[in-house]
């Protein structure tokens, strides 16, 4: 008398879910051992036709329903410990489950973040995937968004806005003749890279952190509105990738700074910590670019161009509503 | 430039975030203190028109999306310690959100479960909320499926089948003319009553357990393959509300047995620890019945009548494929 749901729980997710913290799936919980450290606890659902689009491929809409999690696991200064998912499928279809649950444990393993519980749900649609994250920090140690402070350094690592260019790409509202950059935008969009290896330069240095998931602009004003800060920013020193700068991309500022989905990580660094925070990026293999500097104020930070004018966005940041 | 989303965080969720771990739902991030305890993780979703009905009143959606996850700790034998929650709304609806929000808040409170965190999405519909709750017991005693041995009591809490029988009355499946049970029935659909009170009697107790959810007959059938054993069940003895009995629906077995929404406990208590179990229960001021007893072999629990006629039904519990 086994339902649909645990034949389906049974055939593609317990063979990824080896840890013993999953209790192999046959239970409604799943455990994570006690421990010295805080566990820091972050949830982002991805719909389809809002955070993917409904024909990707499964496999890269595992990789980003639980990657989003993990940039902000790394935001956060901590390390992944595990995840339980909650999976609204309108259909129980092997052809989507098989590629999407062997993606998911490659993503698990590759990031030493394991699968341990869950609730599949039938939906009529739209597809989505919920996942909530854990990880772990020394107590008292998550790195918040609100303690930036005037003077502090502003950095994003990796390069800003190939994300928001590849959807723009896919939707057709802008146009690119060479096909390997193209495929390099849209990889970016599809499967974010998200900063695990930033980690603990993020937790020993960094002031305030986040993840860039709703646009550069839109999510430093928040980090600034939380921290009771403004900023100054240049934005032509803003990383654009090989890639959005061969097809000629570097000023479509409205779409790169203001698009979304590029999981990198904005961190406010005190001076002092600079030199540090640069050596540990550098220790780990990942860039990181002074972009700018927090001011004192609660007005809107301040974009300027390389002829000091003063940029406007028509909307900083994806807003759902 | 602060997004709607943000606005709408801000006004109806933040006012009932008033725990530390939320840090004022400014960050991406939750913190759960570090603990000599094992944290218990469980995570269900509600979706309109699969687990409650669309028309169904915003607070009773609140309550019951939270409280089934509360079930789920009550039969892990941890206490609650809080919980995140994806939001997926179709818009962003005052008349809806101000009284899910209010009743969310109050059950928070009630259950000394407190809002951590969570995600709020834009979907084309049906909307849905997908809760991940925490609870705590000390290191190694959650009480899991799977420690079930022959010669075990079989015990539930409440009555068992008043929720099936009241959407089968709101669906029209069923009808009765006595308005008021006709109420409590429907009432224990649209809110369960998780017996958070019962946590420590089952970690002190039960050699297995879980919640109710499925239907009695198919939980029962998991629990026991969980546990590599069966399971023997006199139907007369499976607790019927006042309700359901003034109703006249001892007879509906099939719905009651095998509907689900109980939201109550089903466990399994070792004959040594049977005193103590109903002792604990009582001290808690939870009804709780036994309906039967674990037997060797790995055959489907069996059912029988007042007759000794084995019972056997159409499906065993709700699936979703």
Redesign the interface.
């Known amino acids: 008398?086994?339902?649909?749901?645990?034949?389906?729980i049974a055939r593609y997710f317990r063979p990824i879910a080896t840890h013993s913290g999953a209790?192999g799936l046959?239970?409604?919980?799943?455990?994570?051992?006690?421990?010295?450290?805080?566990?820091?606890?972050?949830?982002?659902?991805v719909?389809a036709?809002?955070?993917f689009l409904p024909d990707d491929p499964p496999a890269t809409i595992a990789r980003k329903a639980l990657r989003v999690n993990l940039s902000?696991?790394a935001?956060?200064g901590?390390a992944p410990a595990g995840f339980?998912?909650?999976l609204?499928?309108t259909?129980?279809d092997p052809d989507f489950l098989r590629p999407f649950a062997q993606a998911l444990g490659e993503d698990a393993q590759t990031f030493a973040c394991p699968l341990?519980?869950?609730?599949?749900?039938?939906?009529?649609?739209?597809l989505?995937i919920?996942i909530?994250a854990?990880g772990r920090v020394p107590?008292g140690r998550?790195v918040?968004?609100?303690g930036a402070k005037a003077g502090d350094r502003i950095f994003v690592s990796g390069t800003i806005g190939d994300a928001a260019l590849g959807l723009a790409l896919l939707q057709g509202r802008l146009a690119a003749e060479q096909g390997d950059s193209n495929s390099a935008l849209v990889a970016r969009y599809r499967v974010p890279q998200p900063r695990v290896a930033l980690t603990l330069a993020v937790r020993d240095h960094a002031s305030a952190a986040?993840?860039v998931s709703?646009g550069l602009?839109?999510d430093l004003?928040?980090l600034c509105?939380?921290s009771g800060v403004s900023a100054s920013i240049l934005a032509g020193r803003v990383p654009l990738s090989a890639a959005a700068g061969a097809l000629g991309f570097a000023d479509e500022l409205q779409i790169r700074l203001a698009g979304g989905d590029d999981y990198e990580i904005l961190c406010t660094v005190p001076p002092a910590r600079v030199e540090g925070f640069c050596a540990a990026a550098a220790a780990a293999s990942i860039t990181v670019t002074e972009i700018g500097e927090i001011v004192a104020g609660e007005s809107?930070p301040d974009m300027r161009d390389a002829e000091g004018q003063r940029i406007s966005?028509a909307?900083?940041?994806?807003?759902?509503?």
């Open positions: 008398m086994a339902s649909g749901e645990d034949d389906l209790r046959i239970d409604d919980a799943a455990v994570l051992a006690a421990s010295s450290d805080d566990l820091v606890v972050t949830t982002d659902a719909v036709g809002v955070h902000d696991l935001a956060k901590a339980v998912m909650t609204a499928l259909a129980a341990l519980g869950g609730d599949t749900v039938r939906t009529p649609g739209p989505s919920s909530t854990f107590m998550m918040g968004r609100s986040m993840d709703d602009v839109g004003a928040k509105r939380a809107e966005f909307t900083g940041s994806f807003a759902h509503f």
